[in-house]
């Protein structure tokens, strides 16, 4: 299983991003999809979720409304719209999927700084 993130980088408050994460190893189509994101000195924090086949969401109540999940089954990928950026988004985005035998499984992360 490999997850690789990408997308990430530093935007003014208000601005958007985009961060993928190009996923291999396993059936990418049979799985759920989140994207998790860490700042410094606080827990990881699950952002957004996406189920396999992608009709259905779910979002962190801090994001709910300015981020978007979504993703391309053909292209083995997973997206994160993010727009309306406050500084508390500013942290490193990971990638991440969880396999029933074998756990979880995550990306390096992206860095995503929001700061003017």
């Known amino acids: 299983v490999q997850l690789v993130e990408s997308g990430g980088g530093l935007v003014q408050p208000g601005g958007f991003l985009r961060p993928s994460c190009a996923a291999s190893?396993?059936?990418?189509?049979?799985?759920?999809m989140r994207w998790y994101r860490q700042s410094p000195g606080k827990e990881r924090e699950l952002v957004a979720g996406?189920?396999?086949?992608?009709?259905?969401?779910n979002y962190a109540n801090s994001v709910k409304d300015r981020f978007t999940i979504s993703r391309d089954n053909a292209k083995n990928t997973v997206y994160l719209q993010m727009n309306g950026l406050k500084p508390e988004d500013t942290a490193v985005y990971y990638c991440?999927?969880?396999?029933?035998?074998?756990?979880?499984?995550w990306g390096q992360g992206t860095q995503v700084t929001v700061s003017s």
């Open positions: 190893g396993f059936t990418f189509s049979s799985y759920v």
């Open positions: 996406i189920s396999s086949g992608g009709g259905s969401t």
């Open positions: 991440n999927v969880w396999m029933v035998f074998s756990g979880d499984y």
